[in-house]
């Protein structure tokens, strides 16, 4: 028997959107409650042979895999695992696999934040279930300028969709050229200039030690007092204290954010008392679809992994080492 534990199942749809049962001699439990003590994480995680995970929901690092003398695979969502420590997976004999992942559901929530800021839609849901009617006017898309930070897929097909709600578009990437950011139909600036130029700006880099804390006070303070900022990539990229503070002092009319420094965010965190901030629990790629090819995926490295064939392993050299 092969003990599986799906971690992070929030929604609890893990069981229905893959077809776990097809796993041969799989004991599959589903854990709903996020667990980030490393000492209670490890005592759950204790029994199992695998441990599923949905993307970088739950950090397993070094402490928490060495208490796991069971553990042989860790099941991985997307192509990057910046919450596990590969290096000690791969000294314990841990095989560590990756999915490949579709790029469409972030823009898409991309520019329901845009226009959910913009336009208080967050804010006048409220005011009318409180029995108020139209209390805040916000302006439109058309005529504006769309900054991008980073034009990678998500970038790009963000800077498709501008253009069909009439907006220019400004490009700044570390490896971005002007001639990939024309062939988007976007201008490529300077880094300043991308922040001094735009009405709303929307991040799409990973996060990596060269974009952890980019955007600090003097980035935000180079902005329009009448700009938006837009996160669906990773909360570190972004300082948060000078984010709080700029949203508070008015340095920027709004933020919209999917992601944040810790996640869950705690319930006292400051970004929860500020009106101008539309925020969202991390939904850029956890679409019922997205979901779903996920766990499709993984659940077919578990049965690979399981039949001894190749997989899509991460960490290949722990192969030779791996405890079956």
């Not at 766990?295 to 690979?304: D, G, P, Q």
Request: negative net charge; charged residues 20%.
């Amino acid at each position: 028997m092969v003990r599986i534990a799906v971690l992070d199942d929030y929604q609890g749809t893990a069981r229905e959107l893959a077809d776990w049962d097809s796993i041969p001699g799989a004991d599959v439990t589903f854990f709903s409650e996020h667990v980030s003590d490393p000492g209670a994480l490890a005592a759950m995680l204790e029994p199992f042979d695998v441990v599923q995970m949905m993307r970088e929901r739950t950090q397993l690092q070094a402490d928490v895999l060495e208490r796991l003398p069971k553990l042989k695979l860790l099941s991985g969502t997307g192509g990057r695992h910046p919450h596990v420590d590969v290096d000690a997976a791969t000294r314990l004999g841990i095989v560590l696999t990756g999915t490949s992942g579709g790029s469409e559901s972030t823009p898409e929530l991309v520019w329901g934040l845009i226009i959910g800021v913009m336009r208080n839609l967050y804010r006048e849901d409220s005011e009318m279930r409180a029995g108020r009617w139209q209390t805040r006017i916000g302006p439109g898309l058309a005529g504006k300028t769309l900054g991008i930070l980073g034009m990678g897929r998500i970038g790009t097909r963000t800077a498709a969709t501008a253009q069909a709600f009439g907006m220019s578009v400004i490009a700044w990437g570390p490896t971005l050229t002007p001639e990939r950011a024309a062939a988007s139909n976007a201008t490529f600036v300077s880094f300043d200039e991308l922040f001094a130029g735009s009405d709303v700006l929307t991040i799409h880099v990973p996060l990596t030690d060269l974009s952890r804390g980019w955007i600090g006070e003097r980035e935000l303070g180079l902005m329009k007092p009448t700009a938006y900022l837009i996160n669906t990539s990773r909360g570190p990229i972004v300082q948060e204290a000078a984010l709080v503070d700029a949203l508070r002092n008015g340095t920027i009319a709004g933020a919209a954010l999917d992601v944040y420094d810790e996640e869950p965010l705690r319930p006292d965190h400051p970004l929860l008392a500020l009106e101008n901030v539309m925020l969202s629990p991390h939904l850029g790629y956890a679409s019922l679809d997205g979901l779903a090819g996920f766990y499709a995926k993984a659940v077919a490295n578990i049965k690979a992994w399981v039949a001894g064939e190749p997989t899509g392993v991460v960490n290949e050299d722990v192969l030779p080492h791996a405890r079956r």
